[in-house]
């Protein structure tokens, strides 16, 4: 009977089922990893670089997210403002400054950084939905000040945002160079984004994500360990945005608007949340529906949310997290 009740409470959870890991589960991992690396070395001769820079820029915001939501607990409406600002500083110092990319990127992810740190320590003082209402609230300003502020262009944004030379030596202009630079970027916030959930760290967030009160009772300053881990998220996620205005050479108030939040939830819960490899597949599925169904002009935005009401009726725990338990495997 008991077993029962567990088996009702595991389906019922929106996180996909936490399966038990050990030196096996290690290595399948490192067989995903290299899977993903053979994948990321395959693909720019099949698929449009572009495309597959676009995907990768995303998947990593989606990681970065979910590092926040599946293991942190804790739902922000309001991610697109990290990703956004990153975007602008990027390009702009790209541009006016004539900094290289890798400076670019570099200032965009600290500006991010630093923004978390400031609204973080403002929206952990609340829980629950008033946490997410707090730093929605924030990424509403950050927007109407990128609408208002001089700097980044307003509504045109910043456009012909130089590519640069890498280090000052090698060209991005080729779409192919710069997406082996997009593609290390996506695999090592992958790899560290993995060593933070495996961590202690990332275990004692897990421990606050699921029993809050017994994990303070324990000694954990649970306030602490969850601005860490927002600034970390938003980090990041800035990271993401900052190689988008490179990529894409434009900053636009597409990257700071509300929406873009909700797009990284999306990617989030139907890749799977609380997974490691979920947010990848969910932002796969996202960007190519948005790419190869642009023909179908508004309907896009419809068919979103009917894949995203048939994720959640059918398989709660996302794509990913139905594989991990159809293989009992933690992915």
Not at 98 to 120: Q, W
Not at 280 to 300: C, D, H, K, P, T
Request: include cysteine; charge should be positive; aromatic fraction near 12%.
């Amino acid at each position: 009977m008991a077993h029962s009740a567990a088996a009702a409470s595991d389906a019922a959870s929106p996180i996909a089922p936490a399966l038990p890991e050990g030196h096996d589960a290690k290595g399948f991992h490192r067989m995903v990893f290299a899977g993903i690396a053979v994948l990321l070395v395959v693909l720019p001769f099949v698929l449009y670089p572009v495309f597959l820079m676009k995907v990768l820029c995303f998947a990593l915001f989606a990681l970065a997210f979910n590092l926040l939501l599946g293991y942190g607990g804790l739902l922000s409406f309001g991610h697109a403002a990290y990703f956004g600002m990153a975007s602008y500083v990027s390009a702009y110092t790209a541009k006016v400054w004539g900094l290289t990319p890798e400076l670019a990127i570099l200032a965009g992810t600290v500006t991010a950084a630093l923004l978390g740190l400031a609204f973080g320590a403002l929206a952990i003082r609340r829980q629950g939905i008033y946490f997410s209402m707090i730093t929605l609230a924030l990424a509403q300003m950050v927007f109407f000040f990128s609408l208002q502020a001089k700097f980044t262009g307003g509504e045109d944004g910043i456009q012909a945002v130089p590519r640069g030379n890498l280090f000052g030596v090698i060209s991005l202009a080729d779409d192919r160079v710069l997406y082996a630079l997009v593609a290390v970027i996506f695999f090592l916030g992958m790899l560290l984004i993995y060593r933070i959930i495996h961590s202690p760290f990332g275990q004692v967030l897990k421990a606050i994500r699921d029993n809050e009160p017994r994990a303070i009772s324990l000694g954990y300053r649970a306030t602490q360990y969850k601005l860490a881990v927002f600034v970390l998220s938003t980090t990041l996620a800035g990271l993401a945005g900052a190689t988008k205005s490179i990529v894409f050479q434009l900053a636009s108030l597409t990257d700071v608007h509300w929406s873009m939040s909700g797009e990284v939830v999306l990617m989030t819960l139907v890749g799977g949340m609380g997974t490691v490899f979920g947010p990848i597949l969910g932002s796969f599925v996202i960007v190519a529906m948005e790419n190869y169904l642009a023909q179908f002009g508004a309907w896009v935005t419809i068919i979103q949310g009917v894949v995203f009401v048939i994720c959640v009726l059918v398989f709660r725990e996302g794509i990913v997290g139905l594989f991990a338990r159809l293989l009992k495997r933690p992915l």
